[in-house]
């Protein structure tokens, strides 16, 4: 039986993207890059004897040579050849590349237009020899395609071709990033911080090859993707962390699976209103996940989350003593209206942050709920809850 994978196609798309952030990376403010435009990658206004570069990238997962009539070049110099005739860019003013993981065979027209090796002239006479010499019909459009230009075109075209072969794989292009971004934050924090670069930026393309923001129209910018690498740098602070759920969602599905926590059966007890249940729901959902998210990319640790847990017990135990000691404890009315004054203060008021430059209020909301979720709970709203729950505790006890 046969098996087709579809693994190799998923890998070029991914080593697309991640090829296409290096480039710009290291380009200039006013570069431009577009994917699936002209070519797999098109980058403008980021070198400085040509206006537009063109990349092709082939990557390949085993050993592969580039001989005369490997498909890699053929299927490449048949795109540049269909697009110069008809006028899709102007040749003299454009660096066309190959990007390829492959080797180049000696003394092979890809030998020919290297960087390093460039006789143009010699390759063209190749080319022409293999075209008309294979029998590869696969390869015919290809073929034809080169063919019909003169060779006056021919060479002009080749003139401006450049074979870059042995580049480094997905894995290895990761390293190559991490290279690039490495002065930016402490070596410990280049993994993390390159996620969040990365990340961002896979959301980037995704939008530009949906086009459905006129932003995109021009593809992204060095400027943009520069700002947001020096932002997300600033993150990794001693006094700051990255936010990576800020607009994280909460969909119908999250919010009823929490419906029977005990931080919910808090806010029910003081008859919060249920746009003021789902919001802390979404907060509970967002810390969760942040903590999470900064505890396994070693970026805090659990003795630094305690001691802002204690904080904030310490900060509510104040408020809470202060505001709640002179309420009638037999007036209900009165005890709601209590509780509900203790949320909006931890919800509103407070300004207790995990370290000084994090300014996301829903890590301080969610840690508050999370330690209202807890049992028994560290933090409460309505002032007899704990007595609530405690009998309600022993009365079950006693029935079993």
Avoid at 35 to 40: G, N
Avoid at 49 to 61: D, G, I, N, R, Y
Avoid at 167 to 177: C, F, G, N, V, Y
Avoid at 365 to 394: I, Q, S, Y
Wanted: negative net charge; hydrophobic residues 40%; proline residues 4%.
């Amino acid at each position: 039986m046969t098996t087709f994978s579809a693994a190799p196609q998923a890998l070029g798309y991914l080593y697309q993207a991640r090829v296409a952030l290096l480039l710009l990376l290291q380009a200039p403010d006013e570069a431009q890059v577009k994917v699936e435009a002209l070519d797999d990658i098109e980058l403008s206004k980021a070198l400085p004897a040509e206006s537009l570069a063109l990349v092709q990238l082939k990557h390949h997962t085993s050993s592969s040579t580039l001989t005369d009539l490997h498909e890699d070049l053929w299927k490449s110099l048949r795109v540049w050849a269909e697009q110069s005739a008809s006028h899709a860019f102007v040749v003299s003013d454009t660096r066309i590349m190959l990007l390829t993981t492959a080797t180049v065979k000696p003394g092979s027209a890809a030998s020919h237009l290297t960087e390093t090796q460039r006789d143009f002239g010699a390759a063209e006479t190749l080319l022409v020899k293999a075209a008309s010499s294979s029998a590869n019909k696969a390869l015919e459009p290809c073929f034809a395609a080169f063919r019909a230009l003169s060779t006056e075109q021919r060479r002009a075209l080749l003139s401006k071709v450049y074979i870059i072969p042995e580049q480094a794989d997905i894995a290895s292009t990761r390293k190559r990033l991490e290279g690039v971004l490495r002065p930016a934050v402490r070596a410990q924090y280049v993994g993390a911080y390159t996620d969040r670069v990365e990340g961002w930026w896979n959301d980037k393309v995704i939008l530009h090859l949906l086009a459905k923001d006129p932003a995109f129209i021009n593809g992204i910018s060095g400027f943009e993707l520069h700002e947001h690498t020096a932002a997300v740098a600033e993150s990794f602070h001693t006094e700051s962390l990255p936010i990576d759920f800020l607009n994280a969602p909460v969909n119908d599905g999250d919010i009823d699976a929490h419906r029977d926590r005990q931080y919910v059966k808090q806010l029910e007890r003081i008859q919060a209103n249920s746009r003021t249940i789902r919001k802390a729901i979404l907060d509970y959902h967002r810390a969760y996940n942040q903590r999470h998210r900064w505890l396994k990319d070693g970026l805090i640790f659990s003795d630094e989350l305690a001691l802002y847990e204690e904080r904030l017990r310490d900060e509510w135990e104040r408020f809470f003593d202060h505001y709640c000691e002179s309420i009638n404890q037999s007036d209900t009315t009165a005890l709601i209206e209590a509780g509900k004054k203790v949320l909006r203060w931890v919800e509103l008021e407070c300004a207790l942050r995990i370290r000084p430059r994090v300014d996301a209020d829903f890590v301080r909301r969610g840690c508050f709920h999370l330690l209202a979720d807890r049992t028994p709970p560290e933090v409460h709203w309505h002032p007899h809850f704990l007595a609530e729950m405690n009998a309600a505790m022993l009365a079950t006890a006693k029935g079993s």
